[in-house]
């Protein structure tokens, strides 16, 4: 910490001394967190204790100067801290303070606490009495020590009602003085309250119990019936009781409450966890309803081992409840399908989605609780998308929406917006048009509940509509909304999170659409690195990375790199799905073009064949994804001069696409640079010509083509015109070609 004399020295006028008294003695009384004590911050050591405060307790005569011991006073003190106010604002020496401390090249040491009136009011002639800053406050030092017209933010805590309140106001101007982050502070203090609650949770349940032992023995004179009638109110009633209190305790560590204090969320869930099992033994409802939200805490944590014992516990205290509590283990189900969601059990989140909704269902219409079964509803919905049930997933979600907005009244609402995120992505692939504006109307509905403020589901709404632009073709936009997503995930999650290695890797498919490949292989290797600590080697977010890395080496020519990056895709994704799956038959897809890039032609007809008998398992004969495969066939087909199977397979790629897409997508124009390739192929020149030109410079100008689908289409049309004998127009398109290029 600084060496001089005062921490700090209090300016306030004498009509805020109320205010100087209060804010002295908090912070003369402030100890320091003892794991930040001693820690190195930019203002030095940081020590026990903050005091001495230097407080002025006279009124300073009339005079033309401060004195010589309120200046000895402000050279003694490493910070200032000003009580801002419409009397401090008035106050000739409340400005010739902080102009002093000015003066002593310690601007930036200076902190505000606003008590009364408005910041700037002064701006507006009509509310200049509401003036809260003083005018050296207001306005830069010039050079020759005078206030210049230049115009400054002073740095304000605000004790008002209604803004930071006095607790967090005194934190704030205590994180200036030491030089540490609010939110270390913040979550010290939340600490050392939540063990305060928890004594306090101790002593009302052990005071509930003598309560109720106290109420038995008076009860006893009374008759059968109606003792058990009140020991059966009160019982419900305790256990009404102690679950409000204790949930509330609890809740405290998600990070939607946090708001990214991620040690406090752990060590408070680590502790009640270890405690719930044996306390709360003989209050079955009680704990089954800590456990399910323990383990939900842990799920938004990105602790999916320690978050499944906790939910599997509490659905099979449900079950055995008696009576049964139907809404309650839906509510139990539908938070287990959420994990097994996250953990890419797919089946199984379906099984208990399902369950969910038929127990929400089977309840009475008075009983029911809309706006849990829109919930499950989501979840399911969210679930069929993940899984490639993307038709299913649209109709169940627009269920759910439908139910949200009847009982939201169309008012923003967190559980709505999230159901607008998952619905615009079910039908970005179809219409990409129609998903981004449902996609904004989801972000503005979050920006609506949280303003500036982090929070997951805004933050996940941010990227998702980064995503949408991304596939739109405007990176620049993208890349904006993907980083002001992932400085949110940041605050709120710290710097290893599952949520943010996914940002990340969306981060780096920008990085790498705008052509800045080490950027981007960084990011995505960074992004793996953290998936593998956190997620272990085999989880479908490693293999996606390994994926997407693949797509940056190739363009870098590192084919073989390429390669072997997407040979360790398929292979975890086998593993997870040992069947027919749309993620195995998309890896084995793209394997099978690396390999015809790198000339390797048996293991490519190998994997690009399976993958298109796969695909054709899959899905109806006019999906993209049979397109795709048959244009990866054609482009085989060619390099190993099959031209008329090659005409087969892309002219029907080019169907499906102009379909399911248009005529003038990028896509099909790929399928038209195929078939343009074959027709070079068997010496239809012209013709190929008339395919070759249109569709490369469609997959020019469209910023969503994949530059190796472009490189694939310059080296067709060059090969066109070297058979043709017209080396002017070859020497046009010269590229180096890819044996995947050469007919």
């Not at 210049?148 to 704030?172: C, M, Q, V």
């Not at 797919?346 to 919930?375: C, H, K, M």
């Not at 994997?607 to 049979?626: K, N, T």
């Amino acid at each position: 910490m600084d060496s001089r004399k005062y921490r700090a020295f209090l300016s306030y006028s004498h009509r805020d001394a109320r205010w100087g008294a209060w804010l002295h003695k908090a912070l003369e009384s402030y100890r320091p967190p003892k794991q930040l004590v001693g820690t190195a911050t930019p203002c030095g050591l940081v020590p026990k204790r903050l005091s001495p405060i230097f407080r002025d307790r006279e009124e300073l005569a009339s005079a033309t100067d401060l004195g010589a011991s309120i200046n000895e006073a402000l050279g003694g003190s490493a910070s200032q801290i000003v009580i801002c106010s419409p009397s401090a604002a008035r106050s000739h020496w409340v400005n010739e303070e902080i102009l002093a401390f000015k003066r002593l090249g310690r601007e930036d040491r200076i902190f505000c606490l606003i008590v009364d009136g408005e910041p700037n009011a002064s701006d507006d002639p009509s509310q200049a009495d509401q003036e809260c800053f003083p005018p050296a406050l207001r306005f830069k030092l010039a050079a020759d020590g005078k206030l210049s017209a230049a115009r400054t933010e002073p740095i304000a805590a605000d004790a008002r009602a209604g803004k930071d309140g006095r607790g967090n106001a005194k934190l704030k101007l205590i994180a200036g003085i030491l030089g540490v982050g609010f939110d270390a502070l913040r979550q010290r203090e939340q600490q050392r309250r939540q063990r305060r609650l928890f004594a306090i949770a101790a002593g009302a349940l052990a005071g509930m119990v003598l309560t109720t032992g106290l109420a038995t023995a008076a009860l006893i004179a009374r008759a059968a019936a109606q003792r058990q009638t009140v020991i059966a109110r009160r019982e419900a009633e305790t256990a009404r009781q102690t679950t409000g209190f204790l949930v509330d305790l609890f809740r405290i560590s998600d990070p939607s409450e946090a708001r990214g204090n991620s040690l406090t969320a752990r060590e408070m869930l680590d502790k009640g966890a270890a405690r719930v099992e044996t306390q709360l033994a003989k209050q079955p409802q009680v704990q089954a309803t800590l456990l399910d939200t323990l383990g939900t805490v842990y799920m938004g944590l990105g602790l999916y081992g320690q978050a499944k014992p906790l939910l599997e516990s509490a659905v099979a205290k449900r079950q055995a409840l008696v009576p049964a509590e139907p809404g309650d283990l839906a509510l139990s189900l539908s938070h287990t399908g959420d994990l097994l969601t996250f953990r890419a059990e797919y089946p199984g989140a379906e099984a208990q989605y399902r369950r969910a909704i038929a127990l929400q269902r089977s309840l009475p219409p008075d009983q029911r609780d809309v706006g849990a079964l829109a919930t499950s509803l989501y979840g399911l919905g969210n679930e069929l998308a993940r899984s490639g049930h993307v038709a299913d997933a649209e109709g169940v979600l627009r269920e759910a929406l439908t139910l949200q907005q009847r009982l939201f009244k169309g008012a923003a609402n967190a559980d709505t917006a999230r159901t607008l995120q998952a619905l615009a992505w079910s039908i970005s692939e179809r219409d990409l048009h129609a998903a981004i504006p449902l996609m904004q109307r989801a972000v503005s509905m979050q920006r609506t509940l949280w303003g500036a403020e982090p929070y997951p589901d805004y933050a996940a709404a941010v990227n998702d509509l980064g995503l949408l632009y991304r596939d739109k073709g405007d990176y620049d936009q993208s890349e904006r909304l993907l980083r002001e997503s992932l400085a949110m995930e940041r605050r709120l999650l710290g710097d290893k999170h599952p949520e943010l290695a996914l940002s990340l890797n969306n981060l780096a498919q920008v990085q790498q659409l705008k052509g800045n490949l080490a950027a981007a292989e960084s990011t995505f290797r960074q992004a793996l690195a953290m998936q593998r600590a956190l997620l272990g080697d085999v989880h479908p977010d490693v293999a996606n990375t390994l994926n997407n890395l693949a797509f940056v080496l190739a363009d870098q020519d590192e084919v073989r790199g390429a390669v072997q990056a997407e040979g360790e895709s398929l292979a975890i994704y086998r593993k997870l799905f040992p069947g027919d799956n749309p993620d195995v038959a998309r890896t084995m897809n793209k394997l099978g073009y690396w390999f015809t890039a790198t000339g390797d032609y048996v293991s490519a007809d190998r994997y690009l064949e399976g993958a298109l008998q796969m695909r054709r398992r899959l899905f109806p004969a006019s999906h993209p994804d049979i397109a795709s495969s048959l244009v990866n066939v054609g482009i085989l087909q060619v390099a190993t001069h099959k031209y008329e199977d090659a005409l087969v397979s892309s002219r029907t790629a080019a169907g499906i696409y102009t379909a399911a897409l248009s005529a003038s997508n990028w896509k099909t124009a790929l399928a038209e640079s195929v078939n343009g390739a074959a027709l070079a192929g068997i010496g239809e020149y012209q013709q190929a010509e008339q395919h070759l030109i249109p569709s490369y410079t469609t997959l020019i100008n469209d910023s969503g083509a994949l530059p190796m689908y472009r490189e694939l289409a310059r080296g067709y049309v060059e090969g066109l015109y070297q058979r043709w004998g017209r080396p002017r127009e070859a020497g046009r398109y010269a590229v180096t070609a890819t044996p995947a290029s050469k007919g």
